[in-house]
């Protein structure tokens, strides 16, 4: 009989346990609020370029941009600040 008082103690403190850190995380992940989208967003462009095409990828942005000569530039824009990650000259081969 003792033996059945301790195990059914311990599986009380574990489901009291379980049942804190359950609550705890809850309470944590309410907390962290996701940040706020940017509100607005500028891009730096050549002169009289176009924007082409504009595809998603993943947490990024892919712009692709051509100017009257023909020349092309992939623009990465990170999609939680708004602010471009960088440029990618594409060069095509002669």
């Given at each position: 009989?003792?033996?059945?008082?301790?195990?059914?103690?311990?599986?009380?403190?574990?489901?009291?346990?379980?049942?804190?850190?359950?609550?705890?995380?809850?309470?944590?992940?309410?907390?962290?609020?996701?940040?706020?989208?940017f509100a607005n967003?500028?891009?730096?462009?050549?002169?009289?370029?176009?924007?082409?095409?504009?595809?998603?990828?993943?947490?990024?942005?892919?712009?692709r941009a051509v100017?009257?000569?023909?020349?092309?530039?992939?623009?990465?824009?990170?999609?939680?600040?708004?602010?471009?990650?960088?440029?990618?000259?594409?060069?095509?081969?002669?």
């Open positions: 009989m003792l033996t059945l008082k301790i195990i059914v103690g311990v599986m009380t403190v574990l489901l009291v346990a379980g049942f804190g850190a359950l609550v705890g995380g809850l309470a944590m992940q309410a907390r962290n609020k996701p940040e706020a989208a967003a500028e891009i730096l462009l050549p002169k009289d370029a176009r924007i082409v095409e504009a595809t998603p990828a993943g947490d990024r942005l892919v712009l100017t009257p000569d023909g020349q092309e530039r992939l623009y990465v824009i990170d999609l939680g600040s708004g602010k471009p990650v960088g440029t990618i000259a594409v060069k095509r081969a002669q």
